[in-house]
């Protein structure tokens, strides 16, 4: 990658264009015509640099219930259990990480109800019986951007804390938004990969068969409600160069989760921060997702976040395989077309 396929990336990262012709936009940002910008972006689409284009949802703005669980599984029944969840649409991730809890996946459901039918449906059909739901009480941060500068960036640029998620501080009790047929329908195509094409907000106003303009106007609606929490480039971090990444856990006193929490999420490596229940034998309250380039550069970001929060009883959990990783497809029983 040159100069200008980083600078696209860490644009389209953070918002892609909602227009009719966003390369022109991007061309412009960049310095660059918009055949170039659509030709470059058609490239890193191709060789898998970027993983989806499109939007990113609130899955709480749109009534559904989310959920991370954890296991401890005898290593024979893994598969079984990677197999399972496999084939449940609405696990979207899972991993084997390098701890006693070692499986990991993440749940999402039309309801809570639903969610928990669906664990014990798990737990019964897997033989592992202790599956347990950590659900988010508080989010601090999701914010997952990539910076793509030049890799001679300073120590002191990379030490620099970012305050470009500040709406996702202290998210709690999100209500779902009062969503019509026509927003349902234009999630259902917004959720998949944008046309790859120069005009992509036309192809999808033929698809819908609706004006071009009345797709723009819902999904910039749509955007500033929150029920689209980001609409652009979704990387694949291990190809733009972040091979690491750790999933760091914190015990925290209760009454000092707010205040650490806020301190946490402003690190530009963490991409997610959140509170969460403990278990009797788990003590950790908040976990961070930490990027870097080596598992040397999680461990120095965690070592930082140490020092700035006093928080010094911590753990990181590395992934050993990644079994799963897709995106959530909502309203599916809803789609028509």
């Known amino acids: 990658m040159d100069s200008t396929d980083r600078a696209l990336l860490n644009t389209i990262q953070k918002y892609f264009p909602i227009t009719i012709h966003p390369y022109r936009n991007l061309g412009e940002v960049v310095g660059t015509t918009e055949e170039d910008a659509f030709k470059r972006i058609q490239r890193l689409r191709q060789e898998g640099i970027i993983r989806r284009l499109g939007g990113v949802f609130d899955s709480r703005r749109l009534g559904y219930y989310s959920t991370l669980c954890t296991s401890k599984v ?14 449940i649409p609405g696990v979207t991730h899972n991993y084997i990480r390098n701890h006693e809890y070692n499986v990991w996946f993440t749940l999402i459901a039309r309801t809570q109800a639903v969610a928990e039918s669906i664990l014990q ?31 001679d960036t300073s120590e002191e640029d990379i030490d620099t804390f970012e305050d470009s998620d500040s709406r996702g501080l202290q998210r709690q009790n999100v209500a779902p938004y009062d969503l019509t047929s026509q927003d349902i329908a234009l999630i259902q195509v917004l959720q998949g990969n944008l046309p790859d094409s120069p005009t992509p907000f036309t192809k999808l106003a033929e698809t819908l068969r609706w004006q ?39 015990q925290v006193a209760p009454e000092q989760a707010s205040e650490v929490g806020e301190t946490m999420a402003r690190f530009k490596e963490v991409s997610h921060c959140y509170q969460r229940p403990t278990l009797p034998d788990w003590p950790y309250n908040l976990f961070t997702m930490v990027h870097g380039r080596t598992m040397e550069d999680c ?13 010094k009883t911590y753990d990181m959990l590395f992934s050993t395989a990644e079994l799963k990783k897709s995106s959530m497809q909502y309203f599916l029983e809803d789609k028509t077309i």
Not at 81 to 87: P, R
Not at 129 to 146: C, E, G, H, M, Q
Request: charged share 25%.
């Open 74 to 87: 005898p290593e024979e029944r893994i598969p079984i259990l990677a197999k399972l969840l496999e084939g």
């Open 121 to 151: 449906t798990i737990r019964e059909v897997s033989g592992v019986s202790d599956v347990y739901s950590l659900p988010a009480t508080r989010l601090f941060k999701i914010n997952v951007n990539f910076d793509l500068t030049d890799e």
């Open 212 to 250: 071009v303009e009345d797709v723009i106007s819902c999904a910039c609606r749509l955007l500033e409600a929150e029920v689209i929490r980001r609409f652009g480039a979704v990387l694949r971090h291990q190809k733009a160069g972040f091979v690491a990444n750790a999933m760091g856990v914190w």
């Open 299 to 311: 461990g120095d970001v965690m070592k930082r976040i140490s020092l700035a929060t006093g928080v």
